[in-house]
């Protein structure tokens, strides 16, 4: 008798394992099909690694001289040296840390600020609803650079109040998806079946709502994190990113834009960064609206 219980969990086991495996790969054959998307997943694999092994891989002290100043590419300094005599590679790899930890954390950042509006929007309604989103239709309403600039200016210079900027600027977006997704779902026959039973607002929230607006959470922080890179890059060029003497994509320009003709390779060299790097990930993101979004799916089959 144990024997054969024990022998139905393990073929329940496996079918549930079999299930996982081959909707995973389902996924991936969906993803790959759309054109870039295999370029975007490269370039986020080499970004978080360069970003990971950046103090292993460089090769100096991002500030530290190392020789003449504004020298071209050499053997000595593979991609040249920059105008107080720093390696450009060394500051290019750390300032890969930079963009890849402003993206992932202001992004996160908004995903629960903006998630938390607007599943308390949808589900309750009401004045609740009115309320919540006035205040972000009114943060909606600034475009997006100008509010960034605005609350980093009042919170003052540095990443972690560059990235709770970038974070504020991006909770609407996640609020008005969210608050969309969640006024669908509560009306839907599981949900109202839920209720029924006993379940809670919180319960409610978390276990029925949640799930159903996960995917095109994915979607959207996906297409926000190239956007939360260059908004960095931007307050880091303006001075209200990263302070000196370390380093960022957005700093490296703000410096260099002065020896423009004088030494190109100082521009180039972090602009190339930051086009290759949000161009991947916008196709990644767009790969991936394609991959889980059922109506896209049917219409490229």
Known sequence: MCVAVQSSRTI??????ERRTSGSQAFLRRLFRTRG???????LSLVLLLAIAASVIAPQNPNKTIGSILQPPSMHAWLGTDHLGRDILSRLLYGTRVA???GAVSVGLAVVLGVSLGLMAGYWGGWVDDVLMRIVDALWAFPTLVLALAIAASLG????????AIGIVFTPAFARLVRG??????ERDFAIAARALGAGPL??????????????IIVQSSLLIPQAIIVEATL????????PPNPSWGSMLRQ?????????????????AIFVTVLGLNLLGDGLRVALDVRLRQRSA
């Open 12 to 17: 329940r086991l496996g079918s549930r394992l």
């Open 37 to 43: 998307s295999l370029f975007g997943t490269v370039v």
């Open 100 to 102: 890849v930890l402003a």
């Open 157 to 164: 210079p540095g990443l972690s109040n560059a990235m709770v």
């Open 181 to 186: 997704q969640a006024l669908s779902i509560r």
């Open 203 to 216: 319960r409610m929230m978390l276990r029925h709502i949640w799930p159903n607006v996960l995917p095109p």
């Open 236 to 243: 880091s060029f303006l001075g209200l990113g990263i302070e």
């Open 256 to 272: 260099a834009y002065q020896y423009i003709e004088r030494a190109p390779w100082l521009s180039f060299f972090p602009g190339a």
